[in-house]
């Protein structure tokens, strides 16, 4: 027999098999044919594994969007990955964000109390971003290629094995059929010879499936060490911008609330955090209990009944309508009023007029 004679007649069992198989699976769905059931242990066993691959596969991709919410970028690390090769770094959103805040910062000039705050969130955005960087590559690294090895490498051959299982079950059942249906002496025999064989090698892979299905109890547990691994992870980051924000906090915390948002009307003026630099001289108390600065020139001002031009230091937005809006560096007249609070000037731009904080201002010669 040569080798094509011999492909010939493998292929020709080959068919002959498949076509049994066909026949016997549409027969019972069709209820026309009896079924081999498999036992409780090795349903149940099934049943894991399916739910165990549901539901890896559904974590493992929210924890991918969770890590990376850009779909495009995703893509693209997929892309690599599969072509083993490395994806480019890519700045994140956190970093963007801080480098955009420290340019604006030093645009708008580092001395300003604006430009300087952003300047610090600027920076802490970026810290930020560093440890987002660090969460991801330890989750992927911890978390998801665990997850991933079971779906690509262990479910797969699970998968395989099942399949094959189904196969010898087909089989199986189809050989139970023909016995049924033999009626010659002769043909009876081989159809009990062809039983014992089928029963053999169906007992033979569903001892082979059940040896793998069992290991998902492994499987869970090494999984529940890499969900461990996460959520430390997780607590690191949180932790750090925690600790981040804390410190950028206690930087930005010279600037009192009634400056940050002074919408608010209250009793006291708002103190800018660069109060020294611009008019530090003597402390006196406001109204609110916040310690403020008056300099000897604006005492002087204050007692005499002339004006004066003053430079603004800081944006302010007037409380209500007594007050005058103000742009940092823009100059405008002020003068001293009668029964006015010792924390307040009058401002005259053009045609406006309203009280202005005297810790905003620095006069000029």
Known sequence: MNIMDFNMKKLAADAGTFLSRAVQFTEEKLGQAEKTELDAHLENLLSKAECTKIWTEKIMKQTEVLLQPNPNARIEEFVYEKLDRKAPSRINNPELLGQYMIDAGTEFGPGTAYGNALIKCGETQKRIGTADRELIQTSALNFLTPLRNFIEGDYKTIAKERKLLQNKRLDL?????????????????????????????????????????????????????????????????????????????????????????????????PVPSSLANAVGSPAVASTSGIVITSPSNLNDLKESSGSRKARVLYDYDAANSTELSLLADEVITVFSVVGMDSDWLMGERGNQKGKVPITYLELLN
């Open 173 to 269: 059942d189809a050989a139970k059929t023909r016995l049924k249906k033999a009626k010659a002496a002769e043909t009876r025999s081989s159809s009990e010879q062809e039983l014992r064989i089928t029963q053999s090698e169906f007992d033979r892979q569903a001892e082979i499936t059940r040896l793998l299905l069992e290991g998902i109890s492994s499987t869970h547990a090494h999984h529940l060490r890499c969900l461990n691994d996460f959520v430390e992870a997780q607590m690191t980051y949180y932790a750090q911008c925690y600790q981040y924000m804390l410190d950028l906090q206690k930087q930005l915390g010279s600037f009192p609330s009634s400056y940050l948002s002074n919408n608010n009307q209250t009793s006291g003026i």
